[in-house]
C-alpha cells in the first residue's frame, strides 16, 4: 500500500517536473527582473540624494528654503525700486483691486496709501468721465490686455488733475494673469 502511494507520487512528480521547471524558470525571471528595478530606483534615489548633499548633506527642504529666500529677496529689490519711482506707481490684484502704491501716486491724487488701495482710486474720478474710465479698466482686467488712457482726478482741494495712466499685466511662467503693475503720472498742474 505506502509503495503503491509512492508509486503513484513519482509518477506525478515525473509528469509534472517539466511544468515546475517552466514555471520555476518563469518566476526566477520575474524575480530577477523585480529586483532589477528596485536596484535600479534604488540608484537612482541615491543620486537625487548626492545632488543636495554636496555642501555638508543639504536636504530638499534645505535647496527650497535657498529658492523662496532668492525669490523673496528679489520681490523686495522689486518692490523697493517701483517704490523709488519718480511718477507714480502702483500694483493690483488679478482682479483689478489695488494692493500697493508708492509716495509719487499718493502725491499726484492728495491721498494716503490706504485711501488709494482696493477699488477707492475710482472714487476721485471726474464724474464726466468717470463711467467710461471703469469700464475702460474692467475691459483691461477681464480681457487681459494693456490699460492706456487720459482722465481726470478730483484733489481733496476740489482742483482737477489731469493724468495719464498705464497698466501692464503681470504673468506668471505658465501665463496666469496675477495682477497688473501700473504707472500714473500728471500731465499738468492742477486747475
Known amino acids: 500500500m505506502i509503495a503503491d502511494v509512492l508509486t503513484k507520487l513519482k509518477d506525478w512528480l515525473e509528469l509534472v517536473a517539466?511544468?515546475?521547471?517552466?514555471?520555476?524558470?518563469?518566476?526566477?525571471?520575474?524575480?530577477?527582473?523585480?529586483?532589477?528595478?528596485?536596484?535600479?530606483?534604488?540608484?537612482?534615489?541615491?543620486k537625487i540624494s548626492d545632488e543636495f548633499s554636496p555642501n555638508g548633506g543639504s536636504t530638499l527642504r534645505d535647496a527650497i528654503n535657498r529658492i523662496e529666500d532668492k525669490i523673496s529677496l528679489q520681490e523686495q529689490k522689486t518692490l523697493a525700486i517701483i517704490k523709488s519711482?519718480?511718477?507714480?506707481?502702483?500694483?493690483?490684484?488679478?482682479?483689478?483691486?489695488?494692493?500697493?502704491?508708492?509716495?509719487?501716486?499718493?502725491?499726484?491724487?492728495?491721498r494716503?496709501?490706504?485711501?488709494i488701495r482696493g477699488d477707492n482710486w475710482s472714487n476721485w474720478i471726474h464724474p464726466e468721465e468717470k463711467d467710461n474710465v471703469i469700464d475702460e479698466w474692467n475691459r483691461a482686467v477681464h480681457n487681459m490686455m494693456t490699460f492706456d488712457m487720459t482722465y481726470r482726478y478730483i484733489l481733496p482741494d476740489g482742483?482737477?488733475?489731469?493724468?495719464?495712466?498705464?497698466a501692464y499685466q503681470l504673468r506668471t511662467e505658465k501665463d496666469e494673469l496675477i495682477g497688473f503693475l501700473g504707472t500714473l503720472y500728471a500731465i499738468n498742474e492742477p486747475v
Open 85 to 110: 519711482f519718480p511718477i507714480g506707481t502702483w500694483i493690483s490684484d488679478k482682479h483689478g483691486k489695488c494692493v500697493d502704491v508708492n509716495r509719487s501716486l499718493c502725491k499726484i491724487m492728495g
Open 18 to 46: 517539466p511544468l515546475g521547471i517552466g514555471f520555476g524558470f518563469i518566476w526566477r525571471l520575474w524575480l530577477k527582473k523585480r529586483f532589477t528595478q528596485l536596484s535600479d530606483l534604488y540608484s537612482k534615489v541615491q
Open 159 to 166: 482742483k482737477i488733475q489731469q493724468v495719464h495712466g498705464v
Open 112 to 115: 494716503t496709501e490706504s485711501e
